[in-house]
């Protein structure tokens, strides 16, 4: 059987701690960001967590050798 190949925008949007949670940018914090407060830019430096159900479904479809 043939190698299954990774989706590479998943690839590049999506990354995999060590405990196996997926982790992901979170959005908003490209341009227009003088309207935004600095708590809500703070808090959006940081990474997201998906959900144990979206994220199971990433590593099993997208990320398959991740």
Do not use: C, W
């Not at 430096?45 to 990433?58: F, Q, V, Y």
Request: hydrophobic share 35%; glycine share 4%; charged share 35%.
């Amino acid at each position: 059987m043939p190698k299954m190949k990774t989706k590479r925008a998943a690839a590049k949007r999506f990354s995999l701690t060590a405990s196996g949670k997926v982790k992901y940018k979170k959005m908003n914090l490209r341009h227009i960001l003088t309207k935004r407060s600095p708590k809500r830019k703070m808090h959006l430096r940081h990474a997201g967590i998906l959900s144990e159900d979206t994220a199971k479904s990433i590593r099993k479809q997208l990320l398959p050798y991740g």
